[in-house]
């Protein structure tokens, strides 16, 4: 059940990484675009909240669940900007090494136990991810410093989130409690971004928005509950194939040719999943 609930997630978003791309080339915000999303997500969520009932708030869950929301918007705006500074493929393929710190995490702090066996898948399904998005281009223009910078501060925002996403649920902190807070906390961190930006606001992106939002209440109400009921390192290596969803969907609707190397790595990432069921 768990390692369905991680696919979901997966599959959620890269749905959302395919609308980023989308948005991308329509000349979107994509800071609009998420403040809307955690907006509508924090709406949902609430709203869900006050018709089950919430259970008690207390100083830790906000402050765990507000820094969650915080790191991934963080993330995700430091990965744009990245890809501003350097070649798309290959920053997407560093940025995705993040899932080795959660990974490491789970082994180390929270002690679990991990066989051989699933090591193996996790190595095979890591691999696959950074083998999928790598797009090799003899034309690269690089600016080095500033592109490195943001891809380790993407990583380190991102690999944190996962360790305190494993956090919460070790210390039983209700899901549905760390969402609310979460969303509320990255609602007020772009705010603040939109403000320092100043970009100029489209209407579509409030539609836009509105899906992204949707999605994301589902991948992580899924991602909690995996977390919850399996094995992080191996949820954590599942939900870092999103790119899975990206390459097939960039496939089916923009036509993208899939490489040889690519039609290898999404084998070999099924393969890992397989071998982490074992």
């Not at 969520?45 to 089950?52: A, E, K, N």
């Not at 999928?132 to 501060?153: G, T």
């Amino acid at each position: 059940m768990w390692i369905g609930a991680a696919l979901a997630t997966m599959f959620c978003f890269g749905t959302n990484n395919m609308i980023f791309k989308w948005s991308t080339t329509k000349g979107y915000s994509k800071i609009h675009i998420q403040l809307y999303f955690y907006l509508i997500a924090f709406s949902i969520s609430f709203s869900y909240g006050l018709w089950v009932g919430i259970h008690e708030m207390n100083l830790v869950t906000l402050l765990l669940g507000a820094l969650i929301g915080i790191l991934n918007t963080n993330g995700n705006i430091q990965m744009s900007k990245a890809f501003e500074k350097g070649p798309a493929s290959i920053t997407s393929s560093l940025i995705s090494l993040n899932t080795i710190i959660p990974i490491l995490s789970a082994a180390l702090i929270f002690h679990e136990h991990i066989t051989a066996l699933q090591w193996t898948g996790i190595v095979i399904m890591l691999c696959s991810a950074v083998v999928i998005q790598y797009s090799p281009s003899n034309q690269m223009q690089i600016d080095y410093l500033p592109w490195m910078l943001r891809i380790c501060f993407a990583i380190l925002s991102l690999g944190i989130l996962g360790i305190l996403m494993k956090a919460s649920t070790y210390l039983h902190i209700q899901p549905l409690n760390t969402l609310i807070c979460m969303y509320g906390g990255g609602a007020v961190y772009l705010l603040v971004n939109c403000l320092l930006q100043k970009e100029n606001w489209q209407a579509s992106e409030a539609k836009i928005g509105g899906l992204v939002g949707l999605l994301s209440v589902i991948a992580y109400s899924c991602y909690f509950f995996a977390l919850q009921k399996g094995i992080a390192s191996v949820v954590f290596s599942i939900v870092s194939l999103s790119c899975l969803v990206v390459v097939c969907g960039s496939y089916l609707i923009f036509h993208e040719r899939l490489k040889t190397y690519q039609v290898i790595g999404v084998l070999t990432a099924l393969l890992g999943i397989i071998f982490t069921k074992i």
